[in-house]
C-alpha cells in the first residue's frame, strides 16, 4: 500500500514537500515511471499540482526505516474523472541531484519486474 503522508506548499511554482511511503513491491511497481529521464514515482494525491512545481520527495521504501530525500519536478498529471478509473495524482520526476540514487534504489527492489504487463498509475 502506498500512501502520501503530508504535504506543505503554496500555489504553482513553488517548491512543496512530499512524504510517501511505499510499503509493498507491487505499489512500488505501479508507481515507478522508469520511462521518464532519471526516473520518477507517481503519487496518489488530490492535492492541486501544475506541471512543472518542485517537489522535495521524502521517500520510505518498504521497511526501511530512513526516508530518501529526493528533489524532482511534477512532469504528469491524473486529474479527477480521468479514463480508465486512473488514481487521481502526479508523476514526480527525479532530478539530476541525487545522480540517480533513488532510481537505483527503486530498481533494485523492482529487479526482475521492469517486463511486467500488468498495468501502471501511468501507462
Known sequence: ?????????GLG???RILS????DRSALYASFMPFIKNGGL????TKNYQLGDEIFLLLQLMEESDRIPVAGKVVWLTP?????N??????????DQDKGAARRK???????SHSSERPTHTM
Do not use: C, H, W
Not at 500500500?1 to 503530508?6: E, F, G, L
Not at 510517501?20 to 510499503?23: P, S, Y
Open 86 to 95: 486512473r488514481s487521481i495524482g502526479v508523476g514526480v520526476q527525479f532530478s
Open 42 to 45: 507517481f503519487i496518489p494525491t
Open 1 to 9: 500500500m502506498s500512501t502520501p503522508m503530508n504535504s506543505l506548499g
Open 106 to 112: 527503486i530498481e533494485d527492489y523492482l529487479a526482475g
Open 20 to 23: 510517501f511511503a511505499i510499503k
Open 80 to 84: 479527477p474523472g480521468a479514463e480508465g
Open 13 to 15: 511554482g513553488q517548491q
